[in-house]
């Protein structure tokens, strides 16, 4: 008895909730598959459409419906136009032989046409109402002519008019005709495409008007039901809509119809305003229209005839399966369906595209580890590559020797080490030791003759190295290339991934909460709503500029979701009748307020040394010098560009150390001349104040915190010296009111009469009575170039930034009607 009654009850409620869902929507489903293979691609469904559309009349004298559903279905679907010619012919034949030969006459005519202009005219498309309009004018007064044997204007008025109708029709009919034609997915229903489709059921109900069954209308209870279906799938607009033309149509069919216009159209408005009350509430509208057309209509049918008609399309209603009016509601635009189903199909764009980065963030990884594998390998091959050396010369030397079984057999160990330190000296010192040549000359009976052979093999040797040394490091920056790629791409999938959430609720109730207060809203994304990366998008009527972003709609914003909020952008119209759109992100706990300075060796206007300060993404601040080898104009030169790769990898998203590695793959690959630049890194987490320091070859930073100043530094040798080095990163928690000083070596090294520069830089900066970073950065220069009597032996550039607190401009203001959601 430990269990409940819910627990035995769950999987009969299960089955018996699931309904539609788990028994009879699967079945649907099923029967629609099948219906649509033998309906659309079997064309049986156009010769049913041929069928209704021979038999239609417009005034019960014109029948416009024939030459352009056939010429439609010609164009689009001409393996199927035989099912469409069949059903018109015999469509045509219920009514009349006579009405059979025009319907033939008009077709072969247009057939006609086109078979004679089709090398002529390339634009068939829109060339062909025209052929229907003259086929249909031309055929028309034949038959009059035929007929009565005379020809009048009244005749001839009515052939123009019937053509005309045929040419409007065509138009109608090229666009409705794939949708029963082409089954597509995610075919969302253009405006023109749902009026014309509704034309076409209502001209293809045209030809069922005058069937009747005890005295009801069947074309009338079609009609109705459609007004009703569409009008709870879509509303009241597109069920007034499809009502108003149906009526139309049926009026031009038959005067006497015409009176169903009002029907139509009243039962469209009032059944979808009642949507709510989902099929009954739809059904209860169209009998209430139906009365009260009824009682106050002019039509000539008694009242219960109507009502039964009308009972009979809700019934029809009511019996139509779920996944027909889900599916009618997903083509048209405006829907709730039609908003899930684009939701939907976003989302599992977004995890398709999600998961090919991912794939290819891991063929990049792969391709990375591949390249890294060589180099690895190439590096093992290097004592191959000295036996092989030493191969070549034994082979130029030692094989004519008579000692050669003994040196190579009896003393092998002793005869090829003294030959690879003879090759290892020769390569690193160009010249023997006196002690190597005396032990070799003691060993070999041949001695000048093999060092001379290595002396001559030691250039290919070397050649070949540098080749190697250059392949390698090449396959390096590759490597630290596709690496950095791979885990850009890997943050750009989880970014795709956490745009999928939906926040419909969240933005609905940020627009009940701003227009709380009085303010009109157009519209809300929001993008993210993570505390420290809100991203939040709102579109308002013209401003005017009074700064209601900045004022109101942030500080709201920062008591709701309980963090500052900003406006990080802004963009405002220009006239009256136009939007402005704002970006609202999350407040940065800290800023980065900065200062520079920089003086040019002897006072010149260029410098070698540069600098740069840059946001890499809405949280961290990087500042960075670099001093480029030499002076002037080439030493100048190098460090921008040093600080423009730096800048560009950065703002890839790619991690600093492989930023610096691919910087120092670059640099030292481009020529062969030994140039080299520093480079002194600092990047600031403005969430938290942690700061990463990066230092190639640069000089030491400091940092001032109160009254105390400590000194950074790492053991990195410049950019392009070594193509292969590991980068020292060195990790700092900063506070507010912080001063970071950082400097080239010209502020180091000018200060020459002083032992230790240091000691001398931490005074300096500990005695300083401003903390503007400005005028510290402007006082250390000075200091430094005094202390060398005005003069100034090399570039110096000193850049200060001090970490402040973020303090927004407005507090926040308290929203009643929402509070911070979970």
Not at 24 to 37: C, R
């Amino acid at each position: 008895m430990g269990k409940s009654f819910n627990y035995y009850m769950n999987p009969l409620q299960e089955r018996t909730m699931m309904g539609d869902q788990g028994v009879i929507e699967p079945f649907v489903q099923s029967l629609m598959k099948k219906l649509a293979y033998v309906f659309i691609y079997r064309g049986l469904l156009l010769f049913i459409l041929g069928f209704m559309l021979g038999r239609a009349f417009i005034l019960s004298t014109l029948s416009p419906f024939s030459l352009p559903f056939f010429a439609s279905v010609y164009f689009i679907r001409k393996d199927r136009a035989h099912f469409a010619l069949f059903g018109l012919l015999l469509g045509s034949f219920t009514i009349s032989v006579q009405n059979v030969m025009y319907s033939l006459m008009i077709i072969a005519l247009f057939l006609a046409f086109h078979r004679t202009l089709k090398g002529v005219v390339n634009n068939d498309i829109g060339i062909f109402p025209y052929y229907v309009f003259i086929s249909t004018f031309i055929g028309r007064t034949f038959l009059h002519i035929l007929e009565y044997a005379d020809m009048t204007i009244y005749y001839a008025l009515l052939a123009g008019i019937e053509a005309v109708l045929s040419f409007v029709l065509t138009i109608i009919f090229l666009q409705s005709i794939p949708l029963f034609t082409i089954v597509k997915k995610q075919q969302p229903l253009k405006t023109e495409e749902l009026v014309c489709l509704i034309i076409l059921l209502a001209s293809v109900m045209t030809g069922i008007i005058d069937w009747k069954m005890f005295d009801l209308s069947i074309a009338d209870i079609f009609a109705r039901y459609f007004v009703a279906l569409f009008a709870f799938a879509a509303g009241a607009t597109v069920g007034s809509t499809v009502g108003v033309v149906t009526g139309l149509i049926f009026g031009m069919a038959n005067v006497e119809s015409l009176s169903e216009l009002s029907l139509l159209a009243f039962s469209g408005l009032l059944g979808g305003l009642l949507k709510e009350g989902k099929k009954p509430g739809v059904s209860f509208g169209l009998l209430v229209a139906t009365l009260l057309i009824g009682m106050y209509g002019t039509t000539e049918d008694p009242l219960q005839i109507h009502l039964i008609e009308s009972s009979a399309a809700a019934i029809l209603l009511l019996l139509t399966p779920r996944a027909i009016t889900e599916r009618v509601a997903k083509n048209i635009p405006g829907t709730p369906e039609f908003t899930a189903e684009q939701q939907a199909y976003m989302k599992k764009v977004r995890d398709v595209t999600a998961e090919k980065v991912n794939q290819y963030s891991s063929i990049f990884r792969a391709i990375s580890a591949s390249f890294a594998k060589q180099n690895e390998q190439m590096e093992t091959e290097d004592e191959r590559e000295i036996d092989y050396f030493l191969s070549n010369v034994t082979e130029k030397t030692c094989q004519t020797c008579f000692k050669k079984e003994q040196c190579w057999v009896h003393q092998f160990n002793k005869t090829y080490d003294s030959m690879k330190q003879i090759m290892t000296e020769l390569n690193e010192q160009e010249s023997l030791t006196g002690r190597t040549l005396r032990n070799w000359n003691e060993h070999c009976v041949r001695s000048r003759r093999v060092i001379e052979a290595i002396e001559e093999e030691l250039s290919f040797y070397q050649a070949n190295q540098k080749l190697k040394r250059q392949m390698r490091e090449s396959r390096r920056l590759v490597v630290d290339q596709l690496e950095g790629v791979s885990q850009v791409m890997e943050n750009f999938a989880k970014e795709i991934r956490r745009e999928q959430e939906n926040h419909e609720k969240q933005e609905e109730q940020l627009m009940n909460a701003i227009e709380a207060i009085g303010l009109d809203i157009d519209d809300i994304e929001i993008y993210n709503l993570k505390s420290g990366e809100v991203d939040i998008d709102i579109r308002f009527p013209y401003c005017d500029g009074m700064g209601q972003c900045e004022k109101i709609i942030a500080p709201l914003l920062s008591d709701i979701l309980g963090e500052t909020i900003v406006v990080h952008k802004e963009s405002c119209t220009d006239f009256s009748k136009g939007t402005c759109l704002a970006t609202f992100r999350s407040a940065k706990t800290f800023v980065v307020e900065t200062g520079v300075v920089y003086a040019a060796k002897d006072g010149g206007f260029v410098s070698g040394d540069g600098y740069e300060m840059m946001e890499l993404d809405s949280s961290k601040y990087a500042l960075a010098i670099s001093d480029g080898m030499g002076n002037g104009e080439r030493a100048h030169r190098e460090s921008q560009e040093t600080l423009s790769l730096l800048n560009k990898i950065l703002q890839s998203g790619i991690g600093e150390e492989i930023a610096i590695k691919s910087i120092n793959s670059i640099l030292s690959l481009r020529t062969t001349e030994e140039i080299y630049s520093t480079l002194d890194l600092a990047i600031i987490d403005l969430q938290d104040a942690e700061a990463k320091f990066i230092k190639v070859g640069s000089m030491p930073s400091f940092i001032k915190r109160g009254d105390k100043v400590m000194k950074i530094q790492a053991n990195n040798l410049p950019i392009g010296i070594l193509q292969d080095f590991e980068v020292d990163v060195v990790n700092v928690q900063l506070r507010a009111e912080d001063l970071l000083i950082m400097m080239s070596d010209g502020i180091l090294e000018g200060k020459k009469p002083v032992e230790n520069i240091d000691l001398w830089i931490k005074r300096k900066i500990s005695e300083m009575e401003t903390d503007d970073p400005q005028e510290v950065a402007d006082l250390l220069l000075e200091d430094c170039i005094r202390s060398r009597g005005g003069q100034i032996e090399d570039d110096m550039t000193v850049l200060v930034a001090k970490i402040k607190h973020n303090l927004p401009k407005w507090t926040s203001i308290p929203a009643q009607p929402i509070r911070k959601w979970a």
